[in-house]
C-alpha cells in the first residue's frame, strides 16, 4: 500500500506521522508555547514562577529566562525555544515576541491549508512578505542622535517589559550613566567594562551605579586600614609568597645550616619585592595626606602582608584577572607584571577605597575616581530570586542600549511597526500573483498577535484595540502605536517608547524561516536507533 509509509516496511517499530496529523503535531506545539509565554509580553504582562526540583524558586516574565529553565519534552517546541533563545543571544531581547510570533504564522497558515491549499504556496506567500516587511522596517526607522535622552527612552522601554515599572525606571538612569562613562568614540562598546556585582542586602530599590569598582573580596590583614582617602592604586601581577618550585625537585642539603640558607634566600627575595613596594609608597607619601593600596592579582603570604600592614598599606590579593583590566581603566595607572620597573607613574588614583563587610563577606569599594572607564552596577535585593531577575533585566537593557549605539537608529515601539506592516501588506497583497497571496495575506494577520496580545495583557478587548489602532492607521502617515495606559491609540517616537532595529530584524527574518521549515513537513518519525532494539 502507498498509503503505509515507506519506512514503516523498513522498520515496522518507527513512529510515524503523516501529512496533516504531521502538521497538527507541528502546529499544536508552536500553539501550546505561545500560549504559555503569551501571557508575559510588554509591561504589563504577568510574570512565572519557576520551581526547580531542588525548591529554588525564580520568579521572572524573561521570555528568555524561561525557555531556557523550562522543561521542554516535545521536539518541536524544543526547537522553537532554540531559536528564541538563539534570538536573544544574538540581539539580547524580542524572545517572547519570537515564540508568538512562530505560532500564529503557524495558526494563519492552518487556516488555509486546511482547506486544502498547498504549504509551499503559503510559505511562497511568507517569502514575499518578509521582504516587504523588511522593506517597511528600514523605512520606520529613524536616525538617533546618541544622547542620553535616546538610550534612556530605549534601556526603559526594554526594562519596564522585565521588572516593575518603579525599579525599571530608576535602573534605565544607571544603566545609560554607565554606557556613556564607558563608551569611547570610534571604538565598539565593551560591555565588560560594566561590572554586575551582587549584594544581599537591603531592597531591590538600593541598586546603584558605582562610578569605580566594587570587589566581592578584602584586606587580609586585621590590622590594615579598613578605609583610605586620597590614595594612590597600584595594581599588580606578581607573587608576593613564598613558594614551592613549580617542578617537582629535590634540595640534598651537607647540613642543617646550609638548608636555613636556602630558606633565607628564598625568604629575601620575596622580602625585597616587599620592601619596593614599601619604598614606593614612601617616596609618594611621605609628608602629604595620601594613601596607598595595592591590587594583587597573584598570592600576598601573612608575611608580606604583615609588612605592608605595617607601613599602612591596604593590599588584596587574588583579584580576579578582569578586575585588573577594569581596575586600570576605572583609576589610570599601569598593571605591572614586574616590581622592578615600578615608578609614579605606573599608579593609579582613587578618592576613597573602603570596606564593606556583610555576614561573612566582605566587599571593598573604589570610588572617586577622576575619570572612570570602567564601572560598577550594584545590584542589591533581599533574597536570591530578586538579585537574578535584576541581574537578566540588565543584562538585557545593557544590550538594548548598545544595540542602539551600534545601530545609530531606533524604530518606533508600542507594536506600531508590526500595525505598520499589517497596513503596508494589506495593500502590496494586490500586486503578488496567484496563491501566494494567500499566504502574504497569513503573514499580515499573523504579526497582529502582537498589538493583540500587548493590549490582552494589558486587560483591554484585543478585537476592539485592533480596529481603533487600524482605523488610525489608516488615516496617519505617522507609525501608530499602542498606549497601554488607556488602549487608545499613540505615536511612539513622542511618548519615548523605541525599539531595536536589529531586534525586529532578526525577529522578522527568523521567524519566517522556522515556520517555512515547519509547515514543509510532511512526516514525523520517531526513528532513531534506540527503537531498532529488542
Do not use: W
Request: charged share 25%.
Amino acid at each position: 500500500l502507498r498509503s503505509m509509509s515507506a519506512i514503516e516496511t523498513l522498520n515496522p517499530k518507527a513512529e510515524v506521522a503523516r501529512a496533516a496529523v504531521a502538521l497538527q503535531l507541528n502546529i499544536s506545539a508552536a500553539r501550546g508555547l505561545q500560549e504559555v509565554l503569551s501571557s508575559n509580553l510588554g509591561p504589563k504582562g504577568t510574570m512565572k514562577m519557576l520551581v526547580s526540583g531542588a525548591g529554588d524558586i525564580k520568579i521572572t516574565k524573561d521570555g528568555n529566562v524561561l525557555l531556557n529553565e523550562m522543561q521542554i519534552q516535545h521536539p518541536t517546541a524544543s526547537l522553537i525555544a532554540r531559536a528564541a533563545t538563539a534570538q536573544d543571544d544574538i540581539t539580547g531581547d524580542g524572545t517572547t515576541s519570537n515564540v508568538l510570533l512562530i505560532g500564529e504564522l503557524l495558526k494563519q497558515a492552518d487556516l488555509y491549508i486546511s482547506e486544502g491549499l498547498h504549504p509551499r504556496y503559503v510559505t511562497d506567500g511568507f517569502e514575499i512578505a518578509k521582504a516587504k516587511a523588511i522593506q517597511v522596517l528600514e523605512s520606520l526607522k529613524t536616525a538617533a542622535e546618541i544622547n542620553r535622552e535616546t538610550l534612556v527612552n530605549v534601556a526603559r522601554t526594554s526594562l519596564r517589559t522585565k521588572l516593575d515599572q518603579q525599579l525599571a525606571d530608576q535602573l534605565t538612569e544607571d544603566l545609560v550613566d554607565g554606557i556613556l562613562a564607558i563608551k569611547k568614540d570610534d571604538e565598539p562598546l565593551d560591555l565588560f567594562m560594566i561590572e554586575i556585582m551582587q549584594m544581599m542586602h537591603k531592597t531591590q530599590t538600593d541598586t546603584q551605579l558605582v562610578k569605580g569598582i566594587v570587589m566581592d573580596h578584602g584586606g587580609r590583614h586585621p590590622d590594615m586600614p579598613k578605609r583610605v582617602e586620597n590614595a594612590f592604586v597600584l595594581t599588580c601581577n606578581v607573587s608576593l609568597e613564598y613558594e614551592k618550585t613549580e617542578i617537582n625537585s629535590g634540595f640534598f642539603y651537607k647540613t642543617a645550616v646550609d638548608r636555613e640558607k636556602l630558606v633565607k634566600a628564598e625568604r629575601k627575595f620575596i622580602d625585597d619585592r616587599v620592601q619596593k613596594i614599601i619604598t614606593l609608597k614612601k617616596k609618594v607619601c611621605e609628608g602629604t595626606d595620601k594613601t596607598f593600596v595595592v591590587f594583587n592579582q597573584k598570592g600576598i603570604d601573612p608575611h608580606s602582608l604583615d609588612a605592608l600592614a605595617k607601613e599602612g598599606i591596604l593590599a588584596l590579593r587574588r583579584a580576579k584577572r578582569r578586575n585588573m583590566e577594569r581596575l586600570t581603566k576605572a583609576c589610570g595607572g599601569v598593571a605591572m607584571n614586574s616590581i622592578d620597573d615600578m615608578d609614579e607613574s605606573c599608579l593609579g588614583y582613587a578618592g576613597s577605597v573602603y570596606e564593606h563587610v556583610l555576614g561573612e563577606q566582605k566587599f571593598t569599594f573604589v570610588e572617586d575616581v577622576k575619570n572612570p572607564k570602567s564601572v560598577t552596577l550594584l545590584i542589591k535585593g533581599p533574597n536570591k530570586f530578586t538579585l537574578t531577575q535584576i541581574k537578566d533585566a540588565v543584562r538585557d537593557g545593557l544590550r538594548a542600549v548598545k544595540n542602539a549605539v551600534d545601530d545609530k537608529c531606533v524604530i518606533p515601539g508600542a507594536a506600531a511597526f508590526e500595525i505598520a506592516v499589517q497596513k503596508e501588506l494589506a495593500v502590496f497583497k494586490s500586486q503578488v500573483k496567484g496563491r501566494a497571496r494567500l499566504g502574504v495575506q497569513a503573514f499580515a494577520d499573523a504579526l497582529l498577535i502582537i498589538p493583540k496580545t500587548l493590549a490582552k495583557n494589558a486587560g483591554y478587548d484585543p478585537q476592539d484595540t485592533m480596529v481603533k489602532l487600524q482605523e488610525e492607521a489608516e488615516n496617519s502617515d505617522e507609525p501608530i502605536g499602542l498606549d497601554l495606559s488607556n488602549g487608545e491609540a499613540c505615536l511612539p517616537i513622542e511618548e519615548g517608547i523605541v525599539d531595536n532595529y536589529r531586534v525586529k530584524r532578526q525577529l522578522i527574518q527568523s521567524c519566517t524561516v522556522i515556520a517555512s521549515n515547519l509547515l514543509l513537513v510532511d512526516e514525523v518519525m520517531r526513528a532513531g536507533m534506540s527503537s531498532l532494539k529488542g
